[in-house]
């Protein structure tokens, strides 16, 4: 189909639409934007003979604050084409694959600083430590290309495209940095009757993805002799992926295991595969930006998993779960007890497929 591109009014996005549509909805910011070809540059007249000059590097309307809903167009008849990206991976698939999610919300009333900061210093963590290929870590932030946008389709599929076709010897990495919720529980699997999700950036219209389908993508699949990490760096996010064990540990290095099975519920663990999860706080807990650390906005989780595994990346998990608290615990106390960054008094938890001495066991990714 021949298509053509069109800037969006509202936050400057181009997107590719098909010729003889009207307008567009923008996937990023939502609001309808008429469309109008261009010729070296501008728009041609259209059937009123009048111009409306927008050249190509047109800054949107400084004034202008995407809303949460979507922008509905009066009823004039015009055919609205609604844009949707469409995921395009990486063509590499090695042993080790990566996909790195970060979502500031631009715009948005809630919208975040430092996502898109998390994700970049962690694409750094994995290629410089841990050579994974650049060819083979997915980035889905606003600042990527159309394609690579974190809407809840690209989102989906490349969780999809992480796992595909994985086998013994695979080391595979989640890493989010954005907003997390919680809903109610319909099928009782939670132990605290609530399913945790993540927010994609068009959530409001397409909705979220619970952990429900997260496990069922990303761990159920994970074959024996693969291993899988997830770092998630949001509110919410205990048992975002819905693993069976999660480990608690004091500041003296004393760790228990919980059990979250529920009994007759449907089986949450993997194809012989380890899953482990390193995330920001508690299922009942709130995480959030800060500039606390180097007055750059940044995940407490991500920047104190970033900056440990730097410094020694063959850590066993107990040791790199202890110097994470290290490092958040000095930048509470460089804040002060009554200051507004109160995410900072949450601490990293662990959660996995199966248990095992977290003092002993290395971390390898």
Not at 216 to 242: E, M, N
Not at 277 to 288: E, R
Request: glycine share 10%.
């Amino acid at each position: 189909m021949a298509s053509m591109r069109v800037r969006c009014r509202g936050c400057g996005m181009l997107s590719q639409v098909p010729i003889g549509a009207q307008s567009i909805r923008c996937p990023s910011c939502y609001p309808s934007t008429p469309v109008q070809r261009e010729y070296n540059g501008y728009p041609q007249p259209g059937a009123s003979g009048n111009f409306n000059i927008m050249p190509r590097a047109y800054a949107p309307n400084p004034g202008y604050v995407a809303q949460h809903r979507p922008y509905l167009p009066p009823n004039t008849g015009n055919v609205v084409y609604q844009v949707q990206p469409q995921l395009r991976p990486p063509a590499a698939h090695g042993c080790k694959r990566a996909v790195l999610c970060g979502i500031n919300y631009k715009g948005h009333q809630q919208s975040l600083s430092g996502s898109i900061n998390d994700v970049l210093c962690m694409r750094n963590l994995l290629v410089e430590r841990f050579k994974f290929p650049n060819s083979s870590i997915l980035l889905l932030t606003e600042e990527e290309d159309y394609n690579h946008i974190p809407t809840k389709k690209n989102i989906r599929a490349a969780l999809h495209w992480l796992v595909q076709g994985c086998q013994s010897g695979d080391s595979l990495v989640f890493h989010y940095s954005g907003h997390g919720s919680q809903v109610k529980d319909i099928d009782g699997d939670e132990v605290d009757g609530y399913d945790e999700a993540i927010l994609p950036l068009d959530y409001q219209v397409e909705g979220r993805i619970l952990d429900d389908e997260i496990n069922a993508t990303i761990v159920r699949p994970l074959p024996r002799g693969a291993k899988l990490h997830a770092i998630i760096d949001t509110c919410f996010s205990g048992t975002l992926l819905d693993l069976s064990n999660v480990c608690r540990i004091n500041r003296q290095g004393y760790f228990k295991w919980e059990n979250h099975i529920i009994p007759n519920a449907a089986y949450k663990g993997t194809s012989g595969g380890r899953a482990i999860s390193i995330s920001a706080c508690d299922d009942h807990q709130n995480s959030g930006d800060t500039t606390a650390f180097t007055g750059t906005a940044t995940g407490a989780l991500t920047y104190s998993f970033v900056q440990t595994l730097k410094q020694g990346p063959r850590l066993t998990y107990g040791h790199l779960l202890m110097v994470m608290h290290e490092i958040i615990g000095d930048a509470r106390q460089g804040v002060g007890l009554n200051s507004n960054e109160s995410h900072l008094s949450q601490e990293p938890l662990l959660s996995c497929s199966e248990k095992f001495d977290i003092h002993s066991k290395r971390l390898s990714i």
